[in-house]
Every structure is written in C-alpha cells, then in structure tokens.
C-alpha cells in the first residue's frame, strides 16, 4: 500500500467520525447510554472481526500491545459515555468540542515523547483552542470563570470524560506511530472494549431487558457501528503506513465538520458565538501544527514556486 493512499484512508476516517457525535446522541435518547454504547461497540467489533479478523498476537510487540489497548479502551469509554450521558443535544455538540482539543494535544504528545522540537508557538495555539471552549461556555455575555464553571456544573462528567479522553487519545495516536511497528489489531481492541461493556453491564444491571428497537432506530444504530468500526480501522492504518503530520492537520478541521453533521443529526441550531469557539479551537490546533513544522512547509511552498 502507497503512503498517498494510506494517507487518504486515514481521512475517510475523519469524515466518518464527524457523523458519531449525532448519531450516537440520537440513539441514547431512544436506548439511553448504557445500551447505545454498549450495541454500538458489540456491532462494530462483530464487523472489524468480519472484515479484518485478529491478527497473531503473538507477532504484536507486548508492551505497545498492553499499554495501546488500555489506552483505546478508557478512550473510547470516556467518548461515548461523554457523548451519550449529554443532557441535550446542543450539550452533546458542544462536548464533541471538548474531544476535539486532541489534534493540539498530539502536538504537545509528539514534542514531550522528542518526536517533535518545541515551540513556544505551541502554547499559544493550545491556549487558543482552550479559549474556543471557553467561549462556546460563556455564549455571547462578557468573560467570566464564574459563568463557565456553572455551565460545565450543569453536566461535569461529560465534560471531564471529554478533555481525559481527548488527552488519552492523543497519546494512544503517539505511541501507536511509535511503537506498534506496522501492526493494527484493531480488531482486538473492539473485542476487548465490549467484553469490558458487558461485564460492566452484567455486574451492575445484570443480564439487560432488549427493548423495542424501531426500524430507524435500528439504521441509526447500523450507521453509528459501521462508521465507528471503519473509521478507527482507516485512522489506524493513516496513522501507521500514511503521513500522519498530513492527517493531524487534516483532523483539525474536524470541529467544524462533526458540528454541521451532528446539526444536521440532531436538528438543533448552533449560536454564533458557537461557530467562533468552534474556529478557534481548529485555529489553535493549526497554529501547533504550522509552529512544529515549518522547515517542512517552508521547503515545500519553495518547491511550489520554483515548479511554477
């Protein structure tokens, strides 16, 4: 496989990932969280295990295969629970922002593992992103910590389980580039993430009662599984033979694509000052990548004007 097409594959991921905020939402309002997750993720390993199977184990390095499962599990479990235990559908959108401080944090991941030279630019397009969040919290009244903090007490498990799983998956990104050397057993790891759902389930609920499932509800439920299994099989095989610098800039678009279609999901309008956080926290994760890699860019926006 051409680094050029592995890199396109990892962006379909980008893409199909944009639809899970509103998906999943729509669905744990029918199902509520517990079952939404828990269908969503039993499907999607059922559909990875069909298509891609468990790869040998045995040829995965032990320790990136210990510490990226851990990783891709508690992840995925503060997303989705982040996403579904949202009280209104603007919350859940507004959440899905939270998540998407990732591709800064990658930034400052790269830098801390040497992969990357800092850069104090750095800071300042993490503090941008961070001050998008702030203003989608404040709306459109004047600054103040006191008003953010209230609307993050509305509902802060959400919020907390959004920035910790943001964080996570930053460093899961980082180690899987590192370490996995060309491995993807992503299959595994959906099957590892549903065996923890149904025990949760089973020890707190026990054996759950299935409940009506509609036909719509059922499509929206075979989406969200299908878009959740593929998109985490393309980003893995992005991230390990594709351009990853490409594909982090790429996903920093992904607040804003992932707010149209969760708005267009969910049927919800977004306020102004929403879009203006929504821009900053894709600003912010631009200005880490540009300070980071520069001499690259500089070099290839020199090739461009010498080829013309």
């Known amino acids: ?85 949202a009280q209104t559908a603007q919350q859940a959108i507004e959440i899905s922002l939270v998540n998407y401080l990732w591709p800064s944090l990658t930034i400052a991941a790269l830098i801390l593992f040497k992969e990357l030279k800092f850069n104090f630019f750095v800071i300042i397009g993490l503090a941008i992103s961070l001050s998008g969040i702030v203003l989608i919290q404040t709306g459109n009244e004047s600054f103040n910590w006191a008003t953010v903090f209230a609307n993050v007490q509305i509902n802060p498990i959400s919020y907390i389980l959004a920035f910790l799983g943001a ?34 389930m089973l020890v707190f609920h026990g054996i759950p009662e299935i409940p009506h499932i509609d036909l719509n509800t059922g499509i929206l439920m075979l989406m969200v599984s ?47 000052s929403f879009w203006h956080g929504a821009i900053l926290v894709t600003v912010g994760s631009l200005i880490c990548w540009i300070s980071t890699s520069w001499p690259q860019i500089k070099t290839k926006l020199q090739l461009l004007k010498s080829a013309h």
Not at 47 to 52: G, K
Not at 172 to 178: H, N
Not at 181 to 188: E, L, S, T, V
Request: proline content about 3%; glycine content about 4%.
């Open 167 to 200: 964080s996570l998956w930053a460093l899961y990104c980082v180690i899987t580039r590192k370490y996995s050397q060309g491995h993807n057993p992503i299959a595994f790891f959906f099957l590892v993430i549903s065996f923890v759902l149904w025990l949760k």
């Open 1 to 85: 496989m051409s680094k050029n097409l592995a890199t396109l594959i990892g962006f379909s991921a980008i893409l199909q990932w944009s639809s899970i905020v509103g998906l999943l939402k729509k669905i744990s309002f029918t199902l509520g969280p517990d079952l939404s997750v828990l269908f969503m993720y039993s499907f999607s390993a059922v559909i990875l295990l069909l298509l891609f199977r468990i790869p040998n184990l045995k040829q995965v390095p032990r320790n990136y295969l210990f510490f990226a499962t851990i990783l891709f599990v508690v992840y995925e479990l503060c997303f989705s629970y982040a996403i579904a235990l």
């Open 226 to 272: 299908t878009v959740t299994a593929l998109g985490y099989a393309a980003w893995n095989i992005g991230i390990i033979k594709g351009n990853i610098t490409i594909l982090v800039t790429l996903s920093y678009f992904s607040p804003i694509f992932s707010s149209l279609i969760s708005m267009f999901i969910l049927q919800t309008n977004l306020s102004l």
